[in-house]
């Protein structure tokens, strides 16, 4: 029998990180002379891993340039942690529901474009790293939405795609969902609008996290 999954994206919709995001990409394009994207721009590719989102912000550069753009980016937000400057807020509810989740028999895993690093410092900071049984990330993976990252998890946790659900706020977690054929449920609090996650398929969306505990019922 197959065990029930919850996972979840992290930036957007576990934890805020927008304002860390931005404030590193605008650096990293600022090392390398070129003037920083409007932040919907960034936030439109957020989730997607770093070479993808770099080559969405700039689709007429080489892959090389992409890459170099990753790791202006990576050194970024490195400083930012050093100057004690990383903002990644919970978002307003999320850390009773996950503890909820796990009591109620639920496993609970994340995917995300975030590294391990990354992730694992974020888990931690908000002392919730112990809940999950599977962190999926793109340093072992293809970016989003190709669904490897939802594939592994579902096979660390023994868990089958009917008995296995997705959370995300951008098209990118409801397309890896729907690849993988899990259930998937889109949050409007995240960096893409309700719209795209319904015109992506997804199927619900919640506005908070008492919503988000309705749709995704009981194990």
Not at 33 to 50: N, Q, Y
Not at 99 to 118: H, I, N, P, Q, Y
Not at 127 to 153: E, N
Request: proline letters at 6%; charged letters at 20%; glycine letters at 8%.
């Amino acid at each position: 029998m197959s065990n029930p999954l919850v996972v979840f994206d992290c930036d957007g919709t576990l934890v805020d990180s927008q304002h860390s995001i931005c404030t590193a990409m605008a650096r990293a394009f600022e090392d390398v002379k070129l003037a920083p994207p409007e932040r919907p721009a960034i936030l439109s590719v957020v989730g997607l891993s770093l070479p993808a989102a770099m080559a969405r912000l700039l689709p007429e550069a080489e892959s090389d340039f992409h890459d170099h753009l990753t790791e202006r980016y990576k050194q970024a937000f490195h400083a930012l942690r050093r100057e004690n400057a990383v903002s990644e807020p919970l978002y307003p509810g999320i850390g009773d529901l996950v503890r909820e989740l796990d009591a109620a028999g639920w496993l609970l895993g994340v995917a995300t474009g975030k590294s391990d690093r990354g992730l694992n410092l974020c888990l931690t900071h908000h002392g919730i790293i112990d809940r999950f049984v599977t962190l999926q990330t793109a340093d072992r993976h293809p970016s989003k939405p190709h669904p490897s990252m939802l594939l592994t998890a579902m096979a660390e946790a023994g868990a089958a795609p009917e008995t296995t659900v997705m959370i995300g706020d951008t098209s990118f977690d409801i397309d890896m969902g729907l690849a993988a054929g899990a259930r998937t449920i889109g949050v409007g609090w995240g960096y893409h609008l309700p719209d795209e996650l319904v015109a992506a398929g997804a199927h619900a969306v919640a506005m908070d996290s008492a919503a988000l505990r309705g749709h995704i019922g009981a194990p």
